[in-house]
C-alpha cells in the first residue's frame, strides 16, 4: 500500500472511446503526477499540478487531458487514442515537487 | 535534454551473491532517486541522495551520490529472491527552479535460488 491509489487497474478501449483514468492520494501531498511506462523506455513524465494549478505539461498530445479538481485527486482523460498509446499510465505524489515522488501501482491501458 | 544511462540493462545473478548497478548523467543532479518495479506494481522508493558523496543505506541496499553529482550507484548485498524487479535510478536539478525527475531505463535483476 503505497498511498496513491490508481483505478482502474486495467483497461481496453477502442480508439473512439472516451475513458478516464483516476488517481488519488490522502498522504497530504501538494504536487501530483501523471507518468507514461512503455516497454524498453524511461518512464516519460506528461502532467505535473502543484497546488491543483499544472506546472508542466510536457509535448502531450492534446487527447490526454488531464483534470486536477483539488490536492488529493488527478484524473487523466482520454479520447480517441491511437495503438501506440498502450502502455503503463502511472500517478505520483509528493509533498513538493522537489521532494521524492510515491507511485501508484499504474492503469495498464490497451488500445484495440 | 538531459538524459540518464543506467547499466547493466539486466542481470542474472546467484541467490546469495552481491550485486551493484548504476547511473551516470552528462548533466549535475541536486538529487538521485532509486526506485525498484515489482511486475504488476508501481515503483517504490529504496533510497533518496541529497548531497555529493552521500553513502545512505536501507537494509542490505546501498546507495552513493557521486562527488561528481554526474552519477550515483546501488549495491545489493547477499541478493535473495524477493529482490528480483527493475531497479530504477532518478536525478533532478533544483538550480533554478524545480526541474522534472528524469529517470534512466532501469536494471531489470534476476536471482536464481
Known sequence: ETGVTQTPRHLVMGMTNKKSLKCEQHLGHNAMYWYKQSAKKPLELMFVYNFKEQTENNSVPSRFSPECPNSSHLFLHLHTLQPEDSALYLCASSPQEDQPQHFGDGTRLSIL | GQQLN??????FIQEGEDVSMNCTSSSIFNTWLWYKQDPGEGPVLLIALYKAGEL??????????????????????????SDVGIYFCAGQTLDSGNTPLVFGKGTRLSVIA
Not at chain 2, 63 to 75: E, M, V
Open chain 2, 56 to 81: 545512505t543505506s536501507n537494509g542490505r541496499l546501498t546507495a552513493q551520490f557521486g562527488i561528481t553529482r554526474k552519477d550515483s550507484f546501488l549495491n545489493i548485498s547477499a541478493s535473495i529472491p
Open chain 2, 6 to 11: 543506467q547499466s547493466p540493462q539486466s542481470m
